[in-house]
């Protein structure tokens, strides 16, 4: 594999270069425009166009989102068709005239998002939306240095400088950057960006170095392939019937912030909306959390109460997903534990879980 | 822990545990802490024992009262949906209520969600609850590890840093502006009742709208919930939003889109106002609940103003005075109906301008 090395101006020249032929992206700080009195609190990154080779500020934890919204955007038209009477393309699907097909460079993306990708790719790897944003879609992670109090990414198999779903990942050390070329396609990024030398075998082992240094932050997670394999072996009733389950309910409100700022949740509905005699098909985000994902025609809801739909996100992620596809399907993000209004912590339903007998 | 915040706390599990202990109540609810700073668990007690761990800070911001219609379901003897209510009273809750939760509580009787004679109400003079997203802005979104709670500052420290802020700065819009922090109905008091606040102008932020232009206006709102991603957080931390299928859920007919298209999102976020008209008590929940930080409280606390200004009432005051919009009087107020002469001024029509 190739090992570049970079100086700041370097990366900041890549930027420029790339956005010439595709859309650059990065996380940034949402200013709120309002002067008013009604305070800002928008004191988060989120994703946003790079422009003129600004630099991602990386420096205040993950963005508010996850990237799944490159790949699996909110909402999707699937196609659209006229109903029009008369016309005679009337009911013929056709592919919507406004599909987004500009390409993309993610950059800055941490170690837990880019393994989202990965994940997400499992159930979707038949999905041809999905697999058409994707291959038009790189990413350019950068991995970490620090961890934040809600980071796990360890725990359930990931690493903190890994390099899963990557197309190049980059590292700083000190004043200087790395670039380890992952894939085609950041071979790609890499000409057109220009002009970055091959690292020398001192800075490769300094690379290494720091790697090592980050992961022992990491140290005193558990073992993520024990816990899967309990996690197989364990029988899915006691699971379902365990105690906790009436005690999360308890204090969860039910809403979508966890399944909606997940990177590895995926669930959508399909709904027909027809504006002036064109009907369009798109798909949007879905949550088990809510009471109509598994609502009826009948009427009948098979998960018609909240202490059903709460078990339903954590065994799918800890017990079907794994059952079905091999691993978690949770990268370790810690979205859904800062972002919850009531403090629903996964890693203690992880931990609870792991003690069902 | 300030000495404010220690003393109530262990009022509420001296009481609670007796409740408990003595069979008075088959739960109560409360908070605890969870596993990180700022955030609290909205919590059940069963059990005595469970009293121990209910804790009570500045950050207790979702409103108990949401959770109320269900946790009294859950303590009911069990039974078909056909099956007749059993004989005799049934089981009752504790519940903690500073002055707005105690007022959706009254509006929650009013609306036939919860009954008085079941609740044990804990009755708490409200400081004022914190703003997590404030005290995050104030250090630039970096990570908060801890946060101690002295009686008028915060003490809080994250990666390279460790900060004191005065805990009123950092208090919510909502908290800012109230004038009822003390309880209107309970059955226990604990801690001091607190002296109510002197608010200059409690719809400052509303009037600040007001005087936009339409135009001016309509943007604003638009910005206000272009980052909105649909979670209904903030319907659900709401205990005003007890239906059981939401409008935004009806598919039959189908009243508002399901994506985060704005036009969609602009129907959300202006009916579920509506729905709060005359009857929220702005506690603030919804927009404690928000990940992305809008502030859709405004929404409601215009139609607040609207209200009290229109009917000269306040929702849930008092349980013997109804709620306007569900009353109807011969003399009820019409300008709300009728609008100015339309082409007269640049602001005619402007009620139904979308
Ligand atoms: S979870 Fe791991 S990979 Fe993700 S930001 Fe934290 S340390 Fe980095
Ligand atoms: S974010 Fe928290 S309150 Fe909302 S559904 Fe998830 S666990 Fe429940
Ligand atoms: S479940 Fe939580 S920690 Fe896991 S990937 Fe989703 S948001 Fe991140
Ligand atoms: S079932 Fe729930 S937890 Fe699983 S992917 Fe769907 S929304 Fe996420
Ligand atoms: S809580 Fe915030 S993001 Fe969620 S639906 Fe409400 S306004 Fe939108």
């Known amino acids: 594999m190739k090992v570049l090395r970079l100086d700041k101006a370097d990366l900041e020249r890549w930027f420029v270069n790339w956005a010439k032929t595709r859309e650059v992206y990065g996380p940034l700080r949402q200013s709120s425009s309002d002067s008013k009195s009604i305070s800002v609190n928008k004191s988060y990154t989120d994703w946003a166009i790079l422009k003129d080779g600004k630099f991602p500020e990386l420096g205040t934890g993950l963005p508010k989102s996850p990237i799944k919204k490159f790949f699996f955007p909110q909402p999707e038209t699937l196609f659209t068709c006229s109903k029009r009477k008369g016309d005679p393309d009337a009911f013929v699907f056709k592919e919507p005239e406004n599909r987004d097909n500009a390409r993309k460079v993610l950059v800055g993306v941490r170690p837990c998002d880019a393994r989202s990708v990965e994940l997400n790719n499992l159930p979707f790897e038949k999905d041809p939306y999905f697999q058409a944003n994707r291959a038009k879609t790189a990413i350019v992670g950068f991995t970490c240095r620090d961890r934040c109090q809600t980071c796990f990414c360890k725990e359930v198999g990931g690493s903190p400088v890994g390099t899963e779903g990557m197309d190049i990942a980059v590292t700083q050390l000190d004043d200087f950057y790395m670039a380890e070329v992952i894939t085609e396609k950041g071979e790609e990024l890499v000409q057109e960006g220009g002009g970055a030398s091959e690292a020398s075998g001192e800075e490769i082992s300094r690379l290494k170095e720091s790697k090592a240094q980050v992961e022992s932050l990491f140290s005193s997670m558990s073992d993520p392939a024990q816990a899967l394999e309990a996690m197989k072996a364990k029988d899915l009733f006691a699971l379902y019937n365990a105690p906790f389950w009436s005690q999360l309910a308890d204090s969860c409100i039910n809403c979508g912030i966890c399944t909606f700022l997940c990177p590895t949740c995926y669930c959508f509905d399909i709904q027909d909306e027809v504006v002036k005699g064109t009907i369009r098909r798109i798909r949007y985000y879905d949550s088990c959390m809510f009471p109509l994902f598994t609502l009826q025609a009948s009427g009948h809801n098979p998960r018609g109460q909240k202490v059903q739909r709460v078990r339903n996100r954590f065994m799918h992620k800890f017990k079907y997903f794994p059952d079905r596809f091999g691993p978690f399907s949770c990268v370790g993000c810690g979205r859904c534990i800062r972002e919850c209004p009531v403090n629903i912590d996964i890693r203690e339903v992880l931990k609870d879980l792991l003690a069902v007998e | ?354």
Request: charged content about 25%.
């Open chain 2, 1 to 354: 822990m300030s000495t404010t915040n220690s003393t109530i706390t262990e009022d509420i599990r001296a009481k609670a545990k007796q409740l408990l202990s003595s069979g008075e109540v088959a739960a109560f609810l409360g908070f605890t802490t969870g596993t990180l700073p700022m955030t609290m668990r909205p919590f059940v007690a069963r059990r005595p024992e469970d009293a121990e761990r209910l804790v009570w800070n500045s950050f207790c911001v979702m409103n108990l009262a949401n959770y109320l219609p269900d946790l009294l379901k859950s303590v009911e003897p069990p039974r078909g949906p056909k099956d007749p209510p059993p004989e005799g009273p049934l089981p009752k809750v504790g519940v903690l209520a500073t002055g707005c939760w105690s007022r959706n509580i009254v509006v929650q009787i009013q609306e036939n969600q919860v009954q008085r004679d079941r609740l044990v109400i804990l009755g708490i003079g409200s400081r004022g609850m914190v703003d997590r997203k404030k005290v995050l802005a104030q250090v630039d979104g970096r990570e908060v590890w801890t946060s101690e709670e002295g009686e008028h500052s915060l003490v809080i420290e994250g990666p390279g840093f460790k900060k004191e802020i005065q805990r009123w700065d950092v208090v919510r819009d909502n908290c800012q502006t109230c004038i009822h922090p003390n309880p209107v109905i309970y059955d226990y008091q604990v801690g001091q009742p607190v002296s109510p606040r002197e608010v200059k102008d409690r719809f400052r932020q509303v009037n600040e709208i007001e005087a936009m232009s339409s135009e001016e206006r309509w943007s604003w709102f638009q910005e206000e919930i272009s980052s909105c991603i649909r979670c209904y957080a903030c319907r659900n931390a709401c205990p005003l939003c007890y239906c059981p299928t939401c409008f935004v859920d009806d598919s039959r007919p189908q009243w508002v889109g399901k994506s985060i298209d704005l036009a969609d999102t602009s129907i959300f976020h202006i009916l579920r106002a509506y729905h709060c008209a005359g009857r929220c008590t702005d506690c603030g929940a919804c927009e404690s609940a928000c990940p992305m930080g809008i502030h859709m409280r405004l929404f409601t606390k215009k139609l607040e103003k609207d209200v009290l200004e229109l009917y000269g009432t306040e929702a849930g005051m008092d349980p013997d005075v109804p709620l306007p919009l569900t009353t109807y009087k011969e003399d009820d107020p019409q300008n709300f109906l009728i609008t100015e002469a339309v082409g007269q001024t640049s602001e005619a029509g402007e009620g139904v301008k979308p």
